[in-house]
């Protein structure tokens, strides 16, 4: 079945570590988002890729890090620099202008 | 730059009564306009979009929205409220010199009472 795979599920941050969040899809989408879900925020976009080897910030990239190497991954690196990091992180992707793909989420918490 | 915003956070209506979220997104360009519903613990879904063909557009389980351009509007209503409507929906909105960037409003909880 096609659809969009993060893992991990869980994930728990230690001060000054980096940790990256995995996001695949095998919908042969070209377009690819990161979301970050707060309570009574809604999801604000980090990072977005229509392309591979191309990506731009979103609303809040700051303390995040993305690549786009192939059409199918796109992994999210939550650096130390950023100081909140505490949140349901939510990726997703799409035809051009078509309805976005969710992944389950990952949880990441600070230790 | 590209920006929507849901003017209520939290909307409760009795089952069987008219239901009305309200979204206006600010776009340089045509937008294009989405509703996506998020139900408890379950992943997002969407609901309708809107991309430039009819102003009225209809959705799934009886929701519709209507794009009003002079309003920079794109409310989603239903006629009567079900129980199992409650949840949390999200406007999105698409376009303008960001080509691709789709930017969720902060959200509306609706409580339908019995």
């Known amino acids: 079945d096609g659809g969009i795979t993060q893992s991990p599920k869980y994930l728990f941050r230690k001060e000054g570590q980096n940790v990256t969040l995995s996001c695949e899809q095998n919908?042969?989408?070209?377009?690819m988002y990161w979301y970050r879900q707060d309570p009574g925020q809604g999801l604000r976009l980090i990072y977005y890729?229509?392309?591979?080897?191309?990506?731009q910030k979103g609303d809040i990239a700051e303390g995040y890090s993305v690549s786009r190497e192939k059409k199918e991954s796109f992994p999210l690196t939550v650096t130390s620099a950023q100081k909140n990091p505490t949140a349901f992180y939510l990726c997703?992707?799409?035809?051009?202008?078509?309805?976005?793909?969710f992944g389950s989420g990952t949880q990441l918490s600070v230790l | 730059a590209q920006s929507v915003t849901q003017l209520d956070s939290h909307v409760s209506v009795s089952e069987g009564t008219p239901v009305l979220l309200r979204c206006n997104y600010s776009?340089?360009?045509?937008?294009?306009l989405f509703w996506y519903v998020q139900h408890p613990n379950k992943g997002l879904q969407l609901l309708l979009k809107?991309?430039?063909?009819?102003?009225l557009v209809k959705g799934i389980n009886g929701f519709e929205a209507e794009f009003k351009k002079s309003e920079t509007s794109f409310h989603l209503t239903k006629p009567s409220a079900h129980m199992s409507d409650a949840a949390e929906y999200f406007c999105?909105?698409?376009?303008?010199?960001?080509?691709?960037?789709?930017?969720f409003g902060q959200g509306t909880i609706l409580t339908v009472h019995p």
């Open positions: 997703a992707s799409n035809t051009q202008g078509g309805k976005l793909f």
């Open positions: 919908l042969n989408h070209d377009a």
């Open positions: 890729s229509q392309i591979v080897n191309d990506f």
């Open positions: 776009s340089s360009y045509s937008p294009s």
């Open positions: 809107y991309t430039s063909a009819a102003t």
């Open positions: 999105v909105v698409s376009g303008g010199t960001s080509y691709g960037k789709l930017t």
